[in-house]
């Protein structure tokens, strides 16, 4: 169980741990971070599937994906810094790392 007694200003982004330019000292300024992470495979499907929730044909999710967000989702598990808590999630679970 976790407790807490102070402000707690949660921030969420793909990018917050990237080690690039523009981005790798932002870390600094968090006490704690959280990397959660998948096979590229299964947020591929997640990501498209959320494309045509919102009434985009299959085919343009799927250029979308290859053209947007797989790039960002390579880039971001390939060239991260290290999170404190590190989640794998697969098959609906989140696990420790």
């Not at 932002?26 to 045509?52: C, G, N, P, W, Y």
């Not at 919102?54 to 991260?80: C, I, M, W």
Request: hydrophobic share 40%; charged share 20%.
């Amino acid at each position: 169980m976790i407790y807490v007694n102070q402000d707690i200003v949660l921030i969420e982004g793909n990018y917050l741990l990237l080690d690039e330019p523009l981005w790798q000292d932002i870390h600094l300024l968090f006490d704690d971070t959280v990397f959660i992470s998948a096979q590229i495979k299964e947020l591929e499907k997640h990501l498209i599937e959320r494309k045509m929730m919102g009434g985009t044909p299959y085919h343009q999710a799927k250029q979308f994906y290859q053209n947007s967000d797989g790039v960002n989702v390579k880039r971001v598990l390939e060239h991260s810094l290290p999170a404190n808590i590190h989640l794998y999630y697969h098959d609906y679970l989140y696990q420790q790392k």
